[in-house]
T-cell receptor, first 112, second 117 residues
């Protein structure tokens, strides 16, 4: 069974620092990996999706890498801002039907 | 208007009561999902549906049932609620519109916070 782990569970950084969030998975046979952002009282918002054949994806200040062979993905957020405070979840797509297996998330606080 | 809506947003109920959570979407997607989120455990899949006639159990379906009334509506029922079903429940959709098929990105509703006393 696929297991997805996110470490650390919580992270606090001062504004302006770069954020590095880690995600690991036990079975490398994935279709893709997705990073989501979750704000209190709101649903999940997709940030980046990396196909299994890709090594990285970028969107603005966000960059996500994928090393399928080692079962790891890293989300980098450059020059963090207080508005980046949220919980970040990674999820791997495990089959052709689109089912996702989620990690427990990393709660990020960016202090002014 | 939000593409994926859930009602109610918050609900407090008692053990043994029947509860229905509703989800509607205007994205025209064929695939819909119900997840629950517990602190420290991430999201776990309860049920998923690929069209009105195709409903499948997920990882944790015991104690739950679903109904896909139309392509745009997917309801989750707790037949007899128990305290360990206290959680945050999310509905999600994926799939294409028209001739474009893309099942990769799931779009989530805002969630329903359910408390069973």
């Amino acid at each position: 069974k696929q297991e997805v782990t996110q470490i650390p569970a919580a992270l606090s950084v001062p504004e302006g620092e770069n954020l590095v969030l880690n995600c690991s998975f036990t079975d490398s046979a994935i279709y893709n990996l997705q990073w989501f952002r979750q704000d209190p009282g709101k649903g999940l918002t997709s940030l980046l999706l990396i196909q299994s054949s890709q090594r990285e994806q970028t969107s603005g200040r966000l960059n996500a890498s994928l090393d399928k062979s080692s079962g790891r993905s890293t989300l980098y957020i450059a020059a963090s801002q207080p508005g980046d405070s949220a919980t970040y979840l990674c999820a791997v797509r495990t089959d052709s039907w689109g089912k996702l297996q989620f990690g427990a998330g990393t709660q990020v606080v960016v202090t002014p | 208007d939000a593409d994926v809506t859930q009602t109610p947003r918050n609900r407090i109920t008692k053990t043994g009561k029947r509860i229905m959570l509703e989800c509607s979407q205007t994205k025209g997607h064929d695939r819909m999902y119900w997840y629950r989120q517990d602190p420290g455990l991430g999201l776990r899949l309860i049920y998923y549906s690929f069209d009105v006639k195709d409903i499948n159990k997920g990882e944790i379906s015991d104690g739950y049932s679903v109904s896909r009334q139309a392509q745009a509506k997917f309801s989750l029922s707790l037949e007899s609620a128990i305290p360990n079903q206290t959680a945050l429940y999310f509905c999600a959709t994926s799939g294409g519109t028209g001739q474009r098929k893309s099942t990769d990105t799931q779009y989530f509703g805002p969630g329903t916070r359910l408390t069973v006393l």
